[in-house]
């Protein structure tokens, strides 16, 4: 469990067959990231496309914009919080907070493995159109815990 703590920058993601075909890139090319583990099964994620469009509302901040700009707001952005627990070569994320709040109380099974100083975690394969697809986010270590 040590490996996990302290928090994460994000490399890449992409989604891909399970023969490694990449299908798209979720966020873009160059996505940001940053995932945080502690040491008493917390955990917190958030993720967006590098160069998302500004609200014109000074506003913005309390959620109130035109519905095109908290569309891509929602498309581009994912963030999410609460515990985890590890088991074999799975990590669980259980869902307590979600900028998607059907999210909640769900739990996120990864797959996960170290390599070269770096977190790789992988999500089951999920149904998207008529592909079976898997997310694989590579992760840098920013700060040890």
Known sequence: MTEF?????????????????????????NPHGSLIYTANGYMSVHLSKQKRKIFSSPYAVMGIGKKAEINDTVRNYVTYCGSYTIKNDTVVHKIESHLIPNEVGKEYIRHYKFENGKLILETVPMNIGVFSLVGTLTWTRYHEA
């Open 5 to 29: 703590l302290g928090v994460w920058q994000l490399e890449s993601f992409y989604m891909a067959t399970k023969s490694g075909l990449v299908k798209f890139l979720p966020l873009g090319k």
